[in-house]
């Protein structure tokens, strides 16, 4: 499908992770928009939502490993997405508590959300005038001093899984996580 999820801090804490989630999203409007804006590309437009709460997460699967987060707080950043409108942000109470108002053009709306019922929701449509972009996604991830994760592919037996034949040339996805180095 068309719809993809991110989390932040789950695996390394951030206090500021609602605003580098708003500022993610921002950041990729900003890039579809200019993509967009090129001779012979179609407009490109997404409809982002954010919930900030609790989730459940855990590995699927043993055979193919998938990794997972469940609960009422991915239930509501789903429902913030399909009630959000083309090129803007809709983010929950419990996300906008978090955010610095000053920085956003918004406004406030109440939508139904199903399972729910009528809920004040935030409509960001973009960063107030004269915002500096220190907090950008590009900035962040250039001064981050947490780790990357990246995905890459080793033989089963480096993953040293019980049950699994630690000479097996079968390559399966896992996951690493890479330090920063100063280039990035």
Request: hydrophobic letters at 35%.
């Amino acid at each position: 499908g068309d719809g993809y999820m991110a989390c932040a801090n789950i695996a390394f804490p951030n206090n500021s992770h609602a605003e580098s989630c708003v500022e993610l999203a921002l950041d990729m409007m900003s890039i579809a928009a200019k993509l967009s804006a090129r001779p012979g590309n179609e407009l490109t437009q997404f409809r982002i939502g954010i919930n900030s709460g609790p989730v459940v997460a855990g590995v699927l699967n043993l055979q193919r490993l998938a990794f997972d987060v469940f609960g009422d707080t991915v239930n509501i950043a789903s429902r913030m997405e399909s009630t959000s409108e083309p090129g803007c942000v809709r983010v929950s109470p419990a996300t906008w508590m978090q955010l610095d108002h000053t920085r956003y053009v918004w406004e406030q709306q109440d939508v139904h959300v199903k399972g729910k019922g009528m809920m004040p929701t935030y409509l960001i449509r973009g960063r107030a005038a004269g915002m500096p972009r220190e907090d950008s996604f590009e900035n962040s991830l250039l001064q981050s001093t947490s780790p990357l994760i990246t995905r890459h592919s080793e033989p089963m037996g480096s993953l040293r899984r019980s049950g699994t034949d630690p000479e097996s040339s079968q390559s399966q996805p896992s996951v690493r996580v890479v330090p920063p180095t100063p280039d990035r």
